[in-house]
């Protein structure tokens, strides 16, 4: 058992690609489409999932870099992202899913008090209607994108908008998938824990983060272990 009063008024912020949502089959879809006029041949999803993480311009650069491509004129370039953005937007949640235990997890640190959002570099206006084709936009008080905080992450100033503002406290985690969502976290002073199964490049246990987890069913005593621990640090 772990110990909800812990989580009672904490800010919990998630990423959303790789953490919470399993995005990857439906980005390799669109990203497959955008390239194919260049002649590039398909991605592998497996590549795609070690490739997300730095938005969709970045992740057709990456696909021409390892195709041995150099990165088309800008104007393509430009092409290749608004086809990829029309054909990822037609199809949003055709083959993404939450991963296993997902909703059970925000259901329980809701019980228990939390206060839940969602802070991502995917824009708002592609987040939204994901989680809401997802069922699962009305468990957070808010949904900020890249657009809607004063710079995205890693800048501290994404997180501590999306936790609601005024100073972080050691109630203030957040529950992300890479090296970009520990940055963050640290510059902002917020607790971090990773999702080992998420989409980073490199190992995420190499980071030093606070908490690792490979099972949503194990998050919310994390992540209230976490937080008693922080607190009792402050009252030291």
């Not at 501290?156 to 976290?185: K, W, Y």
Request: one cysteine or more; a negative charge; proline letters at 7%.
């Amino acid at each position: 058992m772990h110990d909800r009063q812990a989580l009672a008024g904490a800010r919990i912020a998630f990423d959303l690609d790789g953490t919470l949502v399993d995005t990857a089959p439906d980005l390799v879809r669109a990203l497959n489409a955008a390239i194919a006029p260049a002649g590039l041949d398909p991605v592998p999803l497996d590549d795609v999932r070690a490739m997300v993480g730095r938005g969709a311009r970045a992740l057709i650069e990456r696909a021409f870099d390892r195709a041995g491509r150099t990165a088309p004129p800008e104007d393509e370039l430009q092409a290749a992202l608004e086809l990829f953005l029309a054909v990822y937007r037609a199809g949003i949640a055709e083959l993404s899913r939450p991963f296993p235990g997902v909703e059970a997890a925000l259901d329980e640190l809701a019980s228990a008090g939390a206060r839940l959002s969602v802070c991502t570099n995917k824009p708002g206006w592609l987040a939204v209607p994901l989680l809401q084709e997802l069922g699962l936009d009305d468990r957070f008080e808010r949904i900020v994108g890249a657009e809607d905080a004063p710079a995205k992450k890693p800048d501290p100033a994404h997180l501590l908008t999306a936790l609601g503002g005024g100073p972080v406290v050691a109630g203030d985690i957040l529950v992300g998938d890479s090296s970009v969502d520990f940055e963050t976290a640290r510059a902002a002073g917020a607790g971090i824990i990773l999702f080992e199964l998420g989409y980073d490049e490199k190992p995420v246990r190499t980071l030093g983060a606070d908490r690792l987890f490979t099972s949503f069913q194990d998050l919310p005593a994390l992540a209230a272990g976490l937080i008693a621990g922080r607190q009792a640090l402050r009252r030291s």
